[in-house]
């Protein structure tokens, strides 16, 4: 079976009550994880991104705390593990300063994590990619926070050099 177009539920949707609608949402959040934590995002903390930033950063945090540093290969697959996470969380915001924010913050992680990541190439170039995002996304922010992301961003690519 072929699923519907975004226009044809959206358009579908505007015909069902508001009972009808809830235990769709409802439904959904039990299939799947990724739906739970968008419901989450957006009944908790849409109204106040700061806050959700803070539970994001402390995720990654979380993540690089436990890495098992014994080898490069289980440090590279953990970090990989980290980045889609913290991509998947940017995606239920949608908004290009928590993308930018939580980026710099991989990196800033990323840095700081003991054996540093600069032996490996794999690594060194996740870290690379990271950077070329953050410079992007910033583009389309405002002038101020351009200028106070750029300087973090300077002080990334200074350990990269």
């Given at each position: 079976m072929k699923p519907a177009s975004i226009a044809q539920l959206k358009?579908?949707?505007?015909?069902?009550?508001?009972?009808?609608?809830?235990?769709?949402?409802?439904?959904?959040?039990?299939?799947?994880?990724?739906?739970?934590e968008l419901f989450t995002y957006l009944l908790f903390y849409k109204g106040?991104?700061?806050?959700?930033?803070?539970?994001v950063k402390a995720e990654i945090q979380r993540g690089f705390s436990?890495?098992?540093?014994t080898r490069y290969y289980f440090i590279k697959k953990t970090v990989r593990r980290i980045l889609k996470e913290t991509k998947k969380f940017i995606r239920y915001s949608g908004q290009k300063e928590t993308e930018v924010e939580l980026l710099i913050y991989f990196c800033q992680e990323l840095q700081k994590m003991k054996p540093s990541f600069k032996k490996d190439k794999v690594l060194k170039n996740t870290f690379s990619r990271q950077l070329i995002q953050i410079?992007?996304?910033m583009e389309g922010l405002h002038e101020d926070l351009q200028y106070d992301y750029r300087r973090e961003l300077e002080d990334l690519r200074k350990d990269v050099r």
């Open positions: 358009e579908e949707l505007r015909y069902r009550t508001k009972e009808e609608l809830l235990e769709y949402c409802l439904r959904m959040a039990r299939f799947k994880k990724e739906n739970k106040d991104e700061q806050e959700y930033i803070e539970k436990e890495i098992n540093t410079q992007k996304r």
